[in-house]
């Protein structure tokens, strides 16, 4: 077992929801991150159910969870007083070397050799913003020399077990049972930063990059004599000193990836120099989300909007952003501020909406979707999640339910919470046949735009045709279409780019507002088909699907009704081939089999003229490469001739090759 991010052979995505997930990612780049859908689950329940706290478990259900795809990570982390740690079990725990404090477990440090970041979206190349958890945490002081010190406490930390513990070995150590708990001292806040930043190590990819969040929960850790019994409040001198303050934790692993409170404030006082100063089109967010104000000198600033995914992973190189949840009232004492530049504030990013389902799982109540308003002001899903879903203890069949209920509320633009086990039982298991793909199914009904088993691949057969024989060729079969009868109705499913259909248009000044083309047309055929102030487009997020398949049933029962041959075609044209309940949307795979994107003439950008590994690393843009080999060779330059004058004043550094060379931050 390991410590290390690995995920079970079952983990991860295979194709088709490998590409169905990244065909959803990229074709909602430009809206902005606190409008996307993503599927949560609490850590709690999905790995520490069982009331089992240790490392390796520990490590491989947090690994699954990420390769799966589940974008919100919710922990509980416990301030064990005793020994001065954050820690993962709800109980203090006993020192594992009978006396002594124990030892915060450190996060490995990659060296060079380890970094992957010269051939993957690499931190090093760009001006990188020391934020003020950088500079807290990984300038000012070593993290690793204090967390290997121990902090010296007025509480003293317990020499002795309980006598209602035991203890057993584990591959991870001494594992004490302290009543309903099963914990290692080392399974700690730095073990999860590790995995989460491994993660992201290995998936700095064009097709492997998604954000990711994480919630955090305070807790104080119940006393080792009373396991079950309420935790007593944290005595001032037992709180968290700096260098154990949670961002000071956290730094290590994760500064790197973070996206945090300074930046996004920086990025909100001038829209010119970040989000509106992109160079690719596709990285420019969709302004409609946002409030934006002109000030002096032309400046935008907005005071509520946030980036678009695109901006954030492809442009800046972030993939992380952190948020405080609950915090106990034992651990009142703590002040959130001291972590407020790098970790956003509690429930700065959520925003828990209310719902109900039916016995079938049909929403009832809390659907942000509104027929009679597209008003984006009265349809505000900001961080909008719910927890209200019925998980199955021990009935595999009231999967399906779970399934339904998570997927309409997805479509609603609400993202839900998991947080109870899944058929009693975690996602720790690398092997594990059932858990697993229940866990993996619940992620991938999420999935509000391809329908079950979509984007077929182009030589196979797609569910809502006839059989292949009767399917056009291969290299037809790569436009998508959206299917207002398909299960579930307004699902995308491919088809063939020659068949004639209607196309869906959307405002060009509310993303909610649709409209169904006059005329039918082959796919190519159709981008000139809508009307004035609309354009052929894709929708982007959830609410937006919805908001087509409504304005479908409401407007155009005729398309879907099944075509009646004795009966003339609207457009005059009788050569009809469409579908019942059939449109296009635009988005297509014409240029590479696989890779989805919106635009009837656009060429996949993943796709470059080098070998097929070099087109999956995300690199620096070829503008930020330019400036820095600019900046440095001008660093040379000038040092080169402070130098040179130097040498005219005194001599100095004779033969000891000049300067030191400051190179980019890495």
Same mark, same amino acid.
């Given at each position: 077992?390991?410590?290390?991010?690995?995920?079970? &052979?079952?983990?991860?995505?295979?194709?088709?929801?490998?590409?169905a997930?990244?065909?959803?990612r990229?074709?909602?780049?430009?809206?902005?991150?606190?409008?996307?859908?993503?599927?949560?689950?609490?850590?709690?329940?999905?790995?520490?159910?069982e009331?089992? $706290?240790?490392?390796?478990?520990?490590?491989?259900?947090?690994?699954n969870?990420?390769?799966?795809?589940y974008?919100?990570?919710?922990? +509980?982390?416990?301030? *064990?007083?005793? %020994?001065?740690v954050?820690?993962?079990?709800p #109980?203090?725990?006993?020192?594992?070397?009978?006396?002594? /404090?124990?030892?915060?477990?450190?996060? /490995?440090?990659?060296?060079?050799?380890?970094?992957?970041?010269?051939?993957?979206?690499?931190?090093?190349?760009?001006?990188?913003? &020391?934020?003020?958890?950088? @500079?807290?945490?990984?300038?000012?002081?070593?993290l690793?020399?204090?967390?290997?010190?121990?902090?010296?406490?007025s509480?003293?930390?317990t020499?002795?077990? @309980?006598?209602?513990?035991?203890?057993?070995?584990?591959?991870?150590?001494?594992?004490?049972e302290l009543?309903?708990?099963?914990?290692?001292?080392?399974?700690?806040?730095?073990?999860?930063?590790?995995?989460?930043?491994?993660?992201?190590?290995?998936?700095? /990819?064009?097709?492997?990059?998604?954000?990711q969040? =994480?919630?955090?929960?305070?807790?104080?850790?119940?006393?080792?004599?009373?396991?079950?019994?309420?935790?007593?409040?944290?005595n001032?001198?037992?709180?968290?000193t700096p260098?154990?303050f949670?961002s000071n934790?956290?730094?290590?692993?994760?500064?790197?990836y973070?996206?945090?409170?300074?930046?996004?404030?920086?990025?909100?006082?001038?829209?010119?120099?970040?989000?509106?100063?992109?160079?690719?089109?596709?990285?420019?967010?969709?302004?409609?989300?946002f409030?934006?104000?002109?000030?002096?000198?032309?400046?935008?600033?907005?005071?509520?909007?946030?980036?678009?995914?695109?901006?954030?992973e492809?442009?800046?190189?972030?993939?992380?952003?952190?948020?405080?949840?609950?915090? *106990?009232?034992?651990?009142?004492?703590?002040?959130?501020?001291?972590?407020?530049a790098?970790?956003?504030a509690p429930?700065?990013?959520?925003?828990?909406?209310?719902?109900?389902?039916?016995?079938?799982?049909?929403?009832?109540?809390?659907?942000?979707?509104?027929?009679?308003?597209?008003?984006?002001?009265q349809?505000?899903?900001?961080? @909008?999640?719910?927890?209200?879903?019925?998980?199955?203890?021990?009935?595999?069949?009231?999967l399906?339910?779970?399934?339904?209920?998570i997927?309409?509320?997805?479509?609603?633009?609400?993202?839900p919470?998991?947080?109870?086990?899944?058929?009693?039982?975690?996602?720790?298991?690398?092997?594990?046949?059932t858990?697993?793909?229940?866990?993996?199914?619940?992620?991938?009904?999420?999935?509000?735009?391809?329908?079950p088993?979509?984007?077929?691949?182009?030589?196979?057969?797609?569910?809502?045709y006839?059989? =292949?024989? /009767?399917q056009?060729?291969?290299?037809?079969?790569?436009?998508?279409a959206f299917?207002?009868?398909?299960?579930?109705?307004?699902?995308?499913?491919?088809?063939?780019?020659?068949?004639?259909?209607?196309?869906?248009?959307?405002?060009?000044?509310?993303? $909610?507002?649709?409209?169904?083309?006059?005329?039918r047309?082959?796919?190519?055929?159709?981008?000139d088909?809508?009307?004035?102030?609309?354009?052929?487009? #894709?929708?982007?997020?959830?609410?937006?699907?919805a $908001?087509?398949?409504s304005?479908?049933?409401?407007?155009?029962?005729?398309?879907?009704?099944?075509?009646?041959?004795?009966?003339?075609?609207?457009?005059?044209?009788?050569?009809?081939?469409?579908?019942?309940?059939?449109?296009?949307?635009?988005?297509?795979?014409?240029?590479?089999?696989?890779?989805?994107?919106?635009?009837v003439?656009?060429?996949?950008?993943?796709?470059?003229? *080098? +070998?097929?590994?070099?087109?999956?690393?995300?690199?620096?843009?070829?503008?930020?490469?330019?400036?820095?080999?600019f900046?440095?060779?001008?660093? &040379?330059?000038v040092?080169?001739a402070?130098?040179?004058?130097?040498?005219? %004043?005194r001599?100095?550094?004779?033969?000891?090759?000049?300067?030191?060379?400051?190179? #980019?931050?890495?």
């Amino acid at each position: 077992m390991s410590t290390n991010f690995t995920p079970g &052979v079952n983990a991860e995505p295979n194709a088709p929801w490998s590409t169905a997930l990244l065909a959803q990612r990229d074709v909602s780049q430009q809206i902005p991150i606190n409008f996307v859908t993503n599927p949560a689950i609490s850590l709690t329940a999905a790995c520490f159910g069982e009331g089992r $706290y240790e490392d390796d478990t520990a490590a491989v259900c947090i690994s699954n969870l990420l390769a799966i795809g589940y974008r919100r990570l919710l922990l +509980d982390v416990y301030w *064990d007083a005793p %020994r001065h740690v954050w820690s993962l079990c709800p #109980v203090q725990v006993p020192d594992s070397s009978s006396g002594n /404090t124990p030892l915060p477990s450190a996060p /490995t440090i990659f060296s060079s050799s380890d970094s992957i970041f010269s051939v993957h979206l690499s931190n090093s190349p760009r001006a990188v913003q &020391v934020d003020a958890l950088a @500079a807290a945490s990984l300038v000012t002081t070593d993290l690793m020399i204090r967390q290997m010190t121990p902090t010296p406490s007025s509480t003293t930390a317990t020499s002795s077990i @309980a006598p209602s513990a035991s203890v057993i070995n584990s591959p991870s150590g001494p594992l004490y049972e302290l009543g309903p708990y099963s914990c290692t001292s080392s399974v700690q806040l730095p073990l999860l930063a590790k995995i989460v930043g491994q993660y992201l190590a290995g998936s700095q /990819t064009t097709l492997g990059a998604f954000m990711q969040y =994480l919630e955090i929960n305070l807790h104080a850790a119940a006393s080792l004599d009373d396991p079950i019994g309420p935790a007593l409040a944290v005595n001032a001198s037992d709180l968290p000193t700096p260098g154990n303050f949670v961002s000071n934790v956290l730094a290590e692993s994760l500064a790197s990836y973070l996206y945090t409170p300074s930046i996004l404030s920086s990025d909100r006082g001038n829209l010119n120099a970040s989000w509106y100063s992109v160079q690719e089109e596709d990285h420019y967010p969709d302004s409609y989300y946002f409030t934006s104000e002109e000030g002096l000198g032309g400046i935008h600033t907005s005071p509520n909007g946030w980036p678009c995914e695109a901006y954030v992973e492809m442009d800046r190189l972030h993939r992380l952003l952190i948020s405080f949840g609950s915090i *106990d009232p034992e651990m009142s004492g703590y002040n959130p501020d001291v972590d407020s530049a790098s970790i956003f504030a509690p429930d700065y990013l959520q925003q828990n909406r209310t719902t109900s389902f039916s016995s079938t799982g049909q929403i009832t109540s809390g659907c942000f979707f509104n027929p009679n308003t597209h008003n984006l002001s009265q349809l505000n899903n900001s961080w @909008a999640f719910s927890d209200n879903i019925n998980l199955p203890a021990d009935n595999p069949s009231a999967l399906t339910t779970a399934n339904i209920s998570i997927s309409n509320l997805t479509s609603c633009g609400i993202s839900p919470l998991l947080t109870d086990p899944i058929l009693n039982s975690t996602a720790s298991t690398a092997s594990n046949t059932t858990s697993l793909p229940s866990y993996a199914s619940l992620a991938y009904s999420t999935i509000w735009s391809w329908a079950p088993l979509e984007p077929a691949n182009s030589s196979l057969s797609s569910p809502y045709y006839a059989p =292949l024989s /009767t399917q056009p060729s291969p290299t037809q079969f790569r436009c998508a279409a959206f299917n207002a009868l398909s299960t579930p109705p307004g699902r995308w499913h491919v088809a063939d780019c020659t068949s004639r259909h209607y196309a869906a248009c959307r405002s060009l000044s509310n993303p $909610y507002e649709w409209s169904i083309s006059a005329y039918r047309g082959a796919y190519t055929q159709v981008d000139d088909n809508c009307a004035s102030g609309s354009a052929f487009a #894709v929708p982007r997020t959830a609410l937006e699907n919805a $908001y087509l398949l409504s304005t479908l049933r409401a407007t155009r029962p005729d398309i879907l009704a099944p075509a009646d041959p004795s009966v003339g075609d609207p457009d005059g044209d009788s050569s009809e081939d469409a579908a019942a309940g059939v449109i296009w949307i635009n988005f297509n795979s014409l240029g590479t089999q696989g890779c989805w994107v919106a635009g009837v003439s656009r060429t996949c950008p993943y796709v470059g003229l *080098d +070998d097929a590994e070099h087109r999956r690393q995300v690199l620096v843009p070829t503008v930020a490469a330019v400036i820095v080999l600019f900046l440095g060779l001008l660093t &040379v330059f000038v040092k080169c001739a402070a130098n040179r004058q130097s040498s005219r %004043r005194r001599r100095r550094r004779k033969r000891e090759g000049g300067w030191d060379y400051e190179g #980019v931050p890495s």
